[in-house]
C-alpha cells in the first residue's frame, strides 16, 4: 500500500509537468501576447482582413432638386421617385428612384421611363444657370432618350448662394 500514494502522486505530478511544458512551448511576447514567428520560418500568409463598408458620401443623400433653362426643365430626386417636368405639353416622366452610385465627387441615378433611359447625373460642381446670379453646388445633366438637358442642382432646403456669396 505504501506504493499506492506516491505512484499516484509520482503520476499526477508527472502530468502537471508535461502541461508546462506544453504551454511553454508557445513563444510570448513581455506583454503576454503570441510571439511573431522567428525570421527563418515559412512564410505564411496572414488571412484577409474583412474589407469596411464603404461610407455613403453625404454630398448625394437627401432630396435634391435640379433645374435648367434652354429649353426649361426640373428634377426632383426624393427617396421613392424621381420626376422630370418641362413646361411644353410633354408629360412629367416619374420613375422609381433606383438608387445613386456615386464616388463622392459625382452621382448617377438611371433607369427607364416610358421605354427610354432616364438618367440624371450630378457633379460636384459650383453651376450658374445663366440666366440669375445665383450660384449652385451641383452641375447636373439629365438624359430622357435621345434629351439631354444641362443644369445646376442643390439640395432642398439648401438654397442657391447669390452671385457667388
Excluded at 520560418?41 to 454630398?59: G, I, M, Q, S
Excluded at 432638386?65 to 427617396?79: L, N, Y
Excluded at 451641383?138 to 434629351?147: E, F, I, M, Q, R
Aim: with cysteine; glycine share 8%.
Amino acid at each position: 500500500m505504501r506504493h499506492v500514494l506516491p505512484t499516484t502522486l509520482s503520476a499526477s505530478l508527472a502530468g502537471a509537468v508535461a502541461v508546462l511544458m506544453l504551454a511553454a512551448c508557445q513563444p510570448q511576447a513581455p506583454d503576454g501576447e503570441p510571439a511573431p514567428p522567428p525570421a527563418d520560418a515559412a512564410d505564411v500568409p496572414a488571412p484577409p482582413e474583412e474589407p469596411e463598408e464603404p461610407e455613403t458620401p453625404k454630398e448625394f443623400t437627401g432630396d435634391i432638386d435640379a433645374r435648367g433653362t434652354e429649353p426649361f426643365w426640373a428634377v426632383q430626386i426624393r427617396a421613392d421617385k424621381i420626376a422630370l417636368t418641362r413646361p411644353d405639353p410633354e408629360p412629367a416622366v416619374v420613375a422609381a428612384n433606383p438608387g445613386a452610385n456615386d464616388d463622392g465627387q459625382k452621382a448617377v441615378w438611371s433607369t427607364t421611363a416610358n421605354g427610354k433611359t432616364f438618367m440624371v447625373s450630378l457633379a460636384q460642381e459650383d453651376c450658374s444657370d445663366g440666366m440669375s446670379n445665383l450660384n449652385y453646388p451641383y452641375l447636373a445633366v439629365v438624359t430622357l432618350g435621345d434629351l439631354t438637358f444641362r443644369g445646376c442642382a442643390n439640395k432642398v432646403g439648401q438654397q442657391p448662394r447669390e452671385d457667388g456669396k
